[in-house]
């Protein structure tokens, strides 16, 4: 039978001249071995030596330090920077040269680099799509498979992690924490830059609900969002997930000094992958492991960190996962309430204010150091911890503060730019003056007994009153899916004074989808300050405004969240100076009950008719929700416990074998 035109096509041009190698003489020189390896060492040691002048390496050159590089790098980059292939996102596109001048360094100094690559997707990419469902399990996944890479090399001596973005970083720094016993870095992959005249990356992903209610023309969303991402590489311009996480990893003391936050693929980025490559090194002749950096004490000031700079919401569920990998306590909620009571928000940033700048700016302004410095004078940080350096929070501390790096970056920022750095990271008087509100709250009541959170420091201040509380009382309009929810928001189905309830996308749902495309809609429409929204899924760390995520427990392990209906009252009320919140229900006649009234309500109902897990939701997530609910769900950081995964399975099997029949 002839083969068509389409299999000639793929098979390409056939007259070529086969002449195939069959042998090969072989890298030059010898091993350096030994009586002693040879009877020693175990065969994968000296057939790794093997393996290693098999790809190029010098036999003369075996005997240096094995540094493990892995990083997210995404897409293929030709020789000029230009695409061969596209990667996810551009947080991911230039991490690669950041692994290459890691390896150099470690090179020159005498060691032997090898990297290893798991890369990471983007929720900004896949807002409002099945491919959410896969985003927050992805993250234990490519934290295990890292692990695994780690300790698949079992010569190396020291770990660096290179990572960016809302996935990738937290599961590098969970994937590092685990490693207990050996000398870990981050290096975390900087910011894009924003466009000279345009919108950044989170307005950018409103232009369909703009458009759609007449806010923005379409030649207008044309322009705006292909110019939004303005350079290549980094992270989104905003302090959403992904600059937290960055800045998250340095208040760790995971990262050198100062590099939270730096513009992807200038020199001062490149420069602080060949400063951690030297600390890796040093960590590794020192004997310093991540158990010496990562201890209860640095968790919490990690915490106060992400207090001070306004961070995402959704650190509550990495810095836990972080916690306990490194076998530490776990923050509970309390212990974020109490902290944001104690912690003044210090950073004016996007998306928070009161002074909208990008993140390039807040790394001129000092960065976390920078931010450090306050804290300390408050009291409010641990000095004595240890960094990758080698030396105490507290002497770094004083290195940045007389440093001809911090005055020569606040001074280009104010000479170059115009910006006074300290509107950017505020003293703590010039914040309270300002207005600027603690970080994060945390309602509970009868839809929320568990409890919710709430990025407080980013409600409208035009909607909270002269005493600092946001009160809104308002009829529920419910959805069961994003798709829905949005719709309605593009059609008017959502009016000022709603209160918007998306339910049943938590863990068992979605995987616990993100609703930025929800959220963004509502920050950038005229009348969206007036709409609150409810959820037991989460958020973007980019999103604002009156919205209620992680409610617990979520709707489809029986929280009553899942029993709202179209036109009940909800009472919200956020108390921004005291931090103390409440989400009640409050009846569903003419006017508005009590909180009372409405739990009774409440428990007399069955779930919403249109309760029911995605259809969508792939088998993959179904088995990490399941065993992160086992876990400690959302609370614990959604992660693995393994014990109590295994004491699980245990007292399911005796259950079902008690079931049996008896022969």
Same mark, same amino acid.
């Given at each position: 039978?002839?083969?068509?035109? =389409?299999?000639?096509?793929?098979? $390409?041009?056939?007259?070529?001249?086969?002449?195939?190698?069959?042998?090969?003489?072989?890298?030059?020189?010898?091993?350096?071995?030994?009586?002693?390896?040879?009877?020693?060492?175990?065969?994968?040691?000296?057939?790794?030596?093997?393996?290693?002048?098999?790809?190029?390496?010098?036999?003369?050159?075996?005997?240096?330090?094995?540094?493990?590089?892995?990083?997210?790098?995404?897409?293929?980059?030709?020789?000029?920077? &230009?695409?061969?292939?596209?990667?996810?996102?551009?947080?991911?596109?230039?991490?690669?040269?950041? *692994?290459?001048?890691?390896?150099?360094?470690?090179?020159?100094?005498?060691?032997?680099?090898?990297?290893?690559?798991?890369?990471?997707?983007?929720?900004?990419?896949?807002?409002?799509?099945?491919? *959410?469902?896969?985003?927050?399990?992805?993250?234990?996944?490519?934290?295990?498979?890292?692990?695994?890479?780690?300790?698949?090399?079992?010569?190396?001596?020291?770990?660096?992690?290179?990572?960016?973005? /809302?996935?990738?970083? #937290?599961?590098?720094?969970?994937?590092?924490?685990?490693?207990?016993?050996?000398?870990?870095?981050?290096?975390?992959?900087?910011?894009?830059? #924003?466009?000279?005249?345009?919108?950044?990356?989170?307005? %950018?992903?409103?232009?369909?609900?703009?458009?759609?209610?007449?806010?923005?023309?379409?030649?207008?969303?044309?322009?705006? $969002?292909?110019?939004?991402?303005?350079?290549?590489?980094?992270?989104?311009?905003?302090?959403?997930?992904?600059?937290?996480?960055?800045?998250?990893?340095?208040?760790?003391?995971?990262?050198?000094?100062?590099?939270?936050?730096?513009?992807?693929?200038?020199?001062?980025? +490149?420069?602080?992958?060949?400063?951690?490559?030297?600390?890796?090194?040093?960590?590794?002749?020192?004997?310093?492991?991540?158990?010496?950096?990562?201890?209860?004490?640095?968790?919490?000031?990690?915490?106060?960190?992400?207090?001070?700079?306004?961070?995402? &919401?959704?650190?509550?569920?990495?810095?836990?996962?972080?916690?306990?990998?490194?076998?530490?306590?776990?923050?509970?909620?309390?212990?974020?309430?109490?902290?944001?009571?104690?912690?003044?928000?210090?950073?004016?940033?996007?998306? =928070?204010?009161?002074?909208?700048?990008?993140?390039?700016?807040?790394?001129?302004?000092?960065?976390?150091?920078?931010?450090?410095?306050?804290?300390?004078?408050?009291?409010?940080?641990?000095?004595?911890?240890? &960094?990758?350096?080698?030396?105490?929070?507290?002497?770094?501390?004083?290195?940045?503060?007389?440093?001809?790096?911090?005055?020569? *970056?606040?001074?280009?920022?104010?000479?170059?730019?115009?910006?006074?750095?300290?509107?950017?990271?505020?003293?703590?008087?010039?914040?309270?003056?300002?207005?600027?509100?603690?970080?994060?709250?945390?309602?509970?009541?009868?839809?929320?007994?568990?409890?919710?959170? %709430?990025?407080?420091?980013? %409600?409208?201040?035009?909607?909270?009153?002269?005493?600092?509380?946001?009160?809104?009382?308002?009829?529920?309009?419910?959805?069961?899916?994003?798709?829905?929810?949005?719709?309605?928001?593009?059609?008017?189905?959502?009016?000022?004074? /709603?209160?918007?309830?998306?339910?049943?996308?938590?863990?068992?749902?979605?995987?616990?989808?993100?609703?930025?495309?929800?959220?963004?809609?509502?920050?950038?429409?005229?009348?969206?300050?007036?709409?609150?929204?409810?959820?037991?899924?989460?958020?973007?760390?980019?999103?604002?405004?009156?919205?209620?995520?992680?409610?617990?427990?979520?709707? +489809?392990?029986?929280?009553?969240?899942?029993?709202?209906?179209?036109?009940?009252?909800?009472?919200?009320?956020?108390?921004?100076? =005291?931090?103390?919140?409440?989400?009640?229900?409050?009846?569903?006649?003419?006017?508005?009950?009590?909180?009372?009234?409405?739990?009774?309500?409440?428990?007399?109902?069955?779930?919403?008719? $249109?309760?029911?897990?995605?259809?969508?939701?792939?088998?993959?997530?179904?088995?990490?929700?399941?065993?992160?609910?086992?876990?400690?769900?959302?609370?614990?950081?959604?992660?693995?416990?393994?014990?109590?995964?295994?004491?699980? +399975?245990?007292?399911?099997?005796?259950? +079902?074998?008690?079931?049996?029949?008896?022969?």
């Amino acid at each position: 039978m002839a083969v068509d035109s =389409n299999f000639e096509h793929i098979m $390409g041009d056939q007259k070529q001249h086969f002449r195939v190698q069959t042998h090969a003489p072989g890298p030059a020189g010898s091993l350096p071995l030994t009586p002693e390896l040879l009877r020693e060492s175990p065969s994968g040691d000296l057939f790794g030596w093997t393996q290693n002048v098999g790809m190029g390496w010098s036999p003369s050159r075996l005997l240096g330090k094995q540094v493990l590089i892995l990083g997210t790098q995404g897409g293929i980059r030709n020789e000029d920077g &230009t695409p061969a292939a596209l990667g996810y996102h551009t947080g991911h596109w230039e991490v690669g040269l950041l *692994m290459k001048e890691a390896a150099d360094e470690i090179t020159a100094a005498g060691g032997i680099p090898f990297a290893g690559y798991v890369s990471d997707p983007c929720d900004g990419r896949s807002q409002g799509t099945s491919g *959410m469902f896969d985003s927050l399990p992805y993250r234990n996944d490519a934290a295990i498979v890292m692990r695994r890479l780690i300790r698949s090399l079992p010569t190396r001596s020291a770990v660096v992690g290179v990572a960016t973005c /809302d996935k990738g970083l #937290p599961a590098s720094m969970i994937a590092l924490a685990g490693m207990r016993g050996l000398p870990v870095v981050v290096v975390p992959g900087g910011v894009t830059l #924003p466009p000279e005249n345009g919108e950044d990356a989170g307005k %950018i992903q409103t232009i369909g609900a703009r458009y759609s209610n007449g806010e923005l023309s379409l030649a207008e969303a044309a322009d705006l $969002g292909c110019r939004a991402c303005a350079t290549p590489g980094g992270g989104c311009q905003f302090l959403g997930t992904a600059g937290t996480a960055q800045v998250v990893a340095e208040a760790l003391g995971l990262t050198v000094p100062h590099a939270a936050l730096a513009p992807s693929g200038q020199p001062v980025w +490149l420069e602080m992958a060949r400063q951690s490559a030297r600390a890796a090194l040093h960590l590794a002749e020192a004997g310093l492991t991540s158990a010496a950096i990562l201890t209860d004490a640095a968790i919490r000031n990690a915490m106060v960190v992400h207090a001070a700079f306004g961070g995402s &919401t959704n650190l509550l569920l990495h810095i836990p996962a972080i916690a306990h990998a490194a076998g530490l306590r776990v923050p509970t909620a309390e212990d974020w309430a109490e902290v944001n009571r104690a912690v003044p928000r210090l950073v004016s940033v996007l998306p =928070n204010g009161p002074e909208y700048h990008p993140t390039v700016m807040v790394f001129l302004a000092g960065g976390v150091p920078e931010v450090m410095l306050h804290l300390r004078k408050l009291g409010l940080l641990d000095e004595q911890v240890l &960094t990758v350096t080698g030396q105490t929070l507290g002497a770094v501390l004083d290195w940045w503060e007389a440093s001809e790096r911090r005055a020569g *970056m606040r001074r280009y920022l104010l000479e170059s730019e115009g910006i006074d750095p300290d509107t950017v990271i505020y003293t703590p008087e010039r914040a309270r003056a300002a207005g600027m509100m603690s970080t994060v709250t945390f309602p509970t009541g009868n839809i929320a007994p568990e409890g919710s959170v %709430i990025k407080s420091a980013a %409600i409208d201040p035009s909607v909270v009153d002269g005493s600092g509380v946001f009160r809104h009382i308002g009829r529920a309009k419910v959805f069961t899916t994003e798709r829905a929810a949005i719709r309605a928001i593009k059609t008017g189905g959502i009016e000022a004074g /709603d209160v918007m309830a998306l339910i049943g996308r938590g863990p068992l749902g979605t995987g616990m989808e993100e609703t930025y495309q929800l959220t963004s809609a509502l920050k950038h429409l005229s009348y969206g300050n007036q709409v609150s929204l409810l959820t037991d899924a989460r958020f973007s760390g980019v999103s604002t405004g009156a919205c209620i995520g992680h409610i617990g427990p979520e709707a +489809l392990a029986g929280g009553p969240v899942g029993k709202l209906r179209d036109g009940d009252w909800i009472d919200i009320r956020v108390d921004l100076q =005291n931090l103390e919140a409440s989400i009640h229900m409050v009846g569903s006649a003419e006017n508005p009950g009590t909180p009372e009234q409405g739990a009774a309500e409440l428990a007399s109902r069955t779930p919403h008719p $249109g309760l029911a897990e995605d259809p969508d939701l792939p088998d993959d997530t179904r088995l990490w929700a399941a065993l992160q609910s086992v876990s400690g769900g959302t609370w614990r950081g959604c992660v693995y416990d393994t014990e109590l995964i295994l004491r699980t +399975l245990e007292a399911g099997k005796r259950a +079902l074998a008690a079931e049996e029949p008896a022969l």
